[in-house]
């Protein structure tokens, strides 16, 4: 019988968290349709595992991000329709059409191509048209839909079966975001005299919170999944969390005062110091902005705070208040006591990157 070593460190996945979240935006959205983000691996929690949990018929579409995401979904059984959410590169294009998956088209040239295809294959392809209210990533502008409407609707293997958009600071700048809500909305009424638009959407999980869209009825949940809210809300303290980070200790250390802990020098010991080696680095996801910010970690029960610079594959902490500290000890980095967020804040970047950077070393269980 082989044996097989424990991971030094590893991600929790609580699968029932995610339904139980995705329940919620249900809750506060009864008559509108969900289109679930699980793009990047579902956030980082692992994408086939996640759109299997949630693969219900109450679920219109799974955002992803390319082909290669809706190929691995339909491979792994998924019934739901994968949607790309950004623009497909050429050679993408004929696998959506063959696949029947969902897709945005932000030029004349990218209709006119996925017109060829599907021409081709005897098939209707079905679009949704993306307008550039003000995020400058992909879709036609405002001003163009008049012009380019007749234009697509003169395709006859094409059909323009939605229209959507995105918020580019929906948790910073209430007022901008209500004027784009207004252009939508005057987007959406100049396409249905061509179209018969079945989905309509602009809001992700920031959208969501904070504003109304009337002329809306799909929206497009993402952090929200994941446990947490990009702003104040009636979400907050019904959520609930879904990903805890662990790692082990790999040596206890007694180093004396002024000694050197990691790269650079950045942090000496004030004092006789007892230093915990732990299994993680920035090969994992551990980010390396969280050197030198006053990150901590929770180890047998005591906050302990992070030393010197975050290296590959190891980190260190202080542990030296901390009674019965030992090799192979278990270490919380995100979890009950160190929320996500908290993590974000130290590397002074968003919760998104946090999630979406645990790197595949880590084993996911579920």
Request: glycine fraction near 10%; hydrophobic fraction near 40%.
């Amino acid at each position: 019988m082989k044996h097989e070593s424990p991971p030094r460190a590893w991600v929790d996945v609580d699968l029932e968290a995610i339904a139980h979240n995705l329940d919620i935006v249900r809750q506060a959205l009864p008559d509108t349709a969900l289109m679930p983000v699980i793009k990047a691996g579902a956030y980082g929690h692992g994408l086939e595992p996640v759109a299997r949990r949630l693969d219900t018929d109450g679920i219109s579409f799974f955002g992803v991000a390319n082909a290669g995401e809706a190929r691995r979904l339909s491979r792994a059984g998924v019934r739901t329709k994968p949607f790309i959410l950004g623009p497909t590169i050429p050679d993408e294009r004929e696998e959506v059409v063959l696949n029947n998956w969902g897709c945005t088209v932000s030029t004349v040239e990218e209709a006119e191509h996925f017109q060829s295809l599907a021409a081709l294959y005897d098939k209707t392809v079905l679009l949704h048209v993306a307008v550039d209210t003000g995020m400058g990533r992909e879709g036609f502008l405002p001003a163009q839909l008049g012009e380019i409407a007749p234009r697509l609707k003169a395709l006859p293997n094409v059909m323009v079966d939605g229209v959507m958009s995105h918020f580019p600071a929906a948790d910073e700048d209430v007022p901008y975001t209500q004027q784009e809500i207004a252009l939508f909305t005057d987007c959406v009424q100049l396409l249905q005299q061509h179209f018969r638009l079945r989905y309509r959407h602009i809001a992700a999980s920031a959208g969501e919170l904070g504003y109304e869209v009337p002329v809306a009825n799909l929206a497009r949940p993402g952090l929200l999944l994941y446990g947490v809210a990009p702003m104040a809300s009636i979400y907050d303290g019904v959520l609930r969390p879904t990903l805890e980070l662990h790692s082990r200790i790999s040596l206890v250390r007694e180093l004396p005062a002024g000694h050197g802990v990691a790269y650079g020098r950045t942090f000496i010991t004030p004092r006789p110091t007892r230093v915990a080696t732990i299994g993680i680095g920035y090969a994992d996801g551990w980010n390396r902005h969280l050197s030198g910010h006053g990150a901590r970690l929770f180890i047998n029960g005591c906050y302990c705070p992070m030393l010197g610079r975050v290296t590959m594959d190891q980190i260190m902490a202080d542990v030296t208040d901390v009674p019965g500290v030992s090799p192979g000890d278990e270490v919380e980095l995100i979890g009950p006591h160190i929320p996500a967020t908290e993590v974000a804040e130290r590397a002074q970047t968003i919760v998104w990157e946090i999630f979406t950077g645990l790197g595949p070393r880590l084993p996911r269980f579920y």
